[in-house]
């Protein structure tokens, strides 16, 4: 007789995968995801290294042994919720890069829109990330390219703006478009994940989305923001 897990798997080769390789049915994706949903807010109140399997599968409801079903660490169920984190990150900035005409106050508007989604992004996925910085810094190669895939499109999508702009005799004459769009991804990655910092400061978080906006604006087309 085949488990719960099996018998409803059907032949679906994008389901997530257990640990043995075997295609989860509908109660072990539940159960699969649970885990991950109780890792992720667990994530917000204490350290990864303090994180462990049994807490983890207590939290769920199930044992540790049903957790090893799934992933062979903590680490792992980590990676996986990192992984989600990317496909969502790729989607919202590359396509808000890509979209924006880079034209006046529609232009300026669409740099406030990338600043405002990056600032909402890291505070949405900040336990995440900041376990990510901590692994990839120990040399654990699983997270060491996550950083990467999650900006990698948006870099291209910003030099490839910035080409465009120079080609219409605008931008930045005389700079590398890469440069630009790498200088420009590191501030909104560094200004996003110090957010609380800033604020502790006393510099608002609208007031760090403004200043974002202005230097993309300018530094893409080479033009005065928009009053």
Same mark, same amino acid.
């Given at each position: 007789?085949?488990?719960?897990?099996?018998?409803?798997?059907?032949?679906?080769?994008?389901?997530?995968?257990?640990?043995?390789?075997?295609?989860?049915?509908?109660?072990?994706?539940?159960?699969?995801?649970?885990?991950?949903?109780?890792?992720?807010?667990?994530?917000?109140?204490?350290? &990864?290294?303090?994180?462990?399997?049994?807490? +983890?599968?207590?939290?769920?409801? =199930?044992?540790?042994?049903?957790? &090893?079903? &799934?992933?062979?660490?903590?680490?792992?169920? +980590?990676?996986?919720?990192?992984?989600?984190?990317?496909?969502?990150?790729?989607?919202?900035?590359?396509?808000?890069?890509?979209?924006?005409?880079?034209?006046?106050?529609?232009? &300026?508007?669409?740099?406030?829109?990338?600043?405002?989604?990056?600032?909402?992004?890291?505070?949405?996925?900040?336990?995440?990330?900041?376990?990510?910085?901590?692994?990839?810094?120990?040399?654990?190669?699983?997270?060491?390219?996550?950083?990467?895939?999650?900006?990698?499109?948006?870099?291209?999508?910003?030099?490839?703006?910035?080409?465009?702009?120079?080609?219409?005799?605008?931008?930045?004459?005389?700079?590398?478009?890469?440069?630009?769009?790498?200088?420009?991804?590191?501030?909104?990655?560094?200004?996003?994940?110090?957010?609380?910092?800033?604020?502790?400061?006393?510099?608002? =978080?609208?007031?760090?989305?403004?200043?974002?906006?202005? +230097?993309?604006?300018?530094?893409?087309?080479?033009?005065?923001?928009?009053?």
């Amino acid at each position: 007789m085949r488990s719960d897990d099996a018998a409803d798997a059907g032949t679906d080769t994008e389901a997530p995968r257990a640990a043995d390789g075997r295609v989860p049915g509908r109660r072990g994706r539940a159960t699969r995801q649970k885990l991950l949903d109780c890792a992720s807010e667990m994530l917000r109140t204490r350290s &990864y290294r303090d994180l462990k399997v049994v807490d +983890i599968a207590r939290e769920a409801g =199930t044992s540790p042994a049903t957790f &090893y079903q &799934y992933f062979p660490d903590v680490e792992s169920a +980590i990676l996986v919720l990192a992984d989600e984190m990317v496909t969502v990150g790729v989607e919202r900035f590359s396509a808000l890069a890509g979209t924006t005409s880079w034209k006046g106050k529609q232009g &300026y508007a669409g740099a406030e829109a990338l600043a405002e989604s990056m600032l909402t992004f890291w505070e949405e996925h900040r336990p995440v990330l900041r376990v990510v910085d901590l692994a990839t810094e120990e040399g654990d190669h699983r997270f060491a390219n996550v950083r990467t895939r999650l900006l990698n499109d948006l870099n291209n999508a910003l030099a490839a703006a910035a080409k465009d702009q120079q080609k219409q005799g605008r931008g930045q004459p005389g700079l590398d478009p890469n440069a630009v769009a790498g200088v420009l991804v590191a501030m909104l990655a560094h200004v996003s994940a110090h957010r609380l910092g800033f604020e502790f400061w006393g510099v608002r =978080t609208d007031e760090l989305k403004v200043t974002m906006a202005r +230097i993309i604006f300018w530094s893409v087309t080479g033009q005065k923001p928009p009053t």
